[in-house]
């Protein structure tokens, strides 16, 4: 039934959690691809810039901490993937730039991916509402099938009723 999964992953613990339901569903539905995705947000810097100090920013500055970010994205998902192994299936990373939630929603539609399975990092209150939810994003934008699974451990977010 999920023949190609698609595993969004931020970089963090939180998010790895949802590796072993990936590998029960990759093992028990005749999963033949799952493929790992880091998104990694365009470089956005916001400074006052003192004339005395002469701190500036060009588009080289721009371009190489951008790299730096795809370089180090792309260093933990050969990483992460080393490691896996389900039975026999295909296993691939993707490194993309761009808005989280738009990019997995947009990857995930583009890739023919019959499931997104995404951690949510149970965020509640001011941090949701500055942060905002890249999973609840991807949930209601997502024209795949979203699993969200939320780490043990995590207290649930206030009853808003």
Not at 5 to 17: T, Y
Request: aromatic residues 6%.
């Amino acid at each position: 039934m999920y023949k190609n999964i698609l595993v969004p992953l931020d970089g963090s613990e939180l998010a790895e959690c949802v590796l072993p339901h990936v590998e029960s569903i990759a093992r028990g539905c005749g999963t033949e691809k799952v493929t790992f995705l880091r998104v990694v947000e365009p470089v956005y810097i916001t400074m006052s810039i003192d004339p005395d100090q002469g701190y500036s920013y060009n588009a080289k500055d721009f371009q190489r901490m951008e790299d730096e970010a795809v370089a180090a994205a792309e260093n933990y998902l050969k990483k992460l993937t080393s490691n896996l192994k389900y039975n026999d299936v295909k296993i691939e990373w993707e490194v993309v730039t761009g808005k989280a939630a738009d990019s997995i929603a947009d990857y995930a539609e583009k890739s023919d991916t019959n499931l997104i399975a995404i951690a949510t990092h149970g965020r509640s209150g001011v941090s949701r509402w500055v942060m905002g939810s890249v999973a609840d994003k991807v949930v209601r934008t997502s024209v795949v099938p979203v699993l969200t699974v939320r780490p043990q451990g995590l207290e649930p977010a206030p009853d808003r009723n």
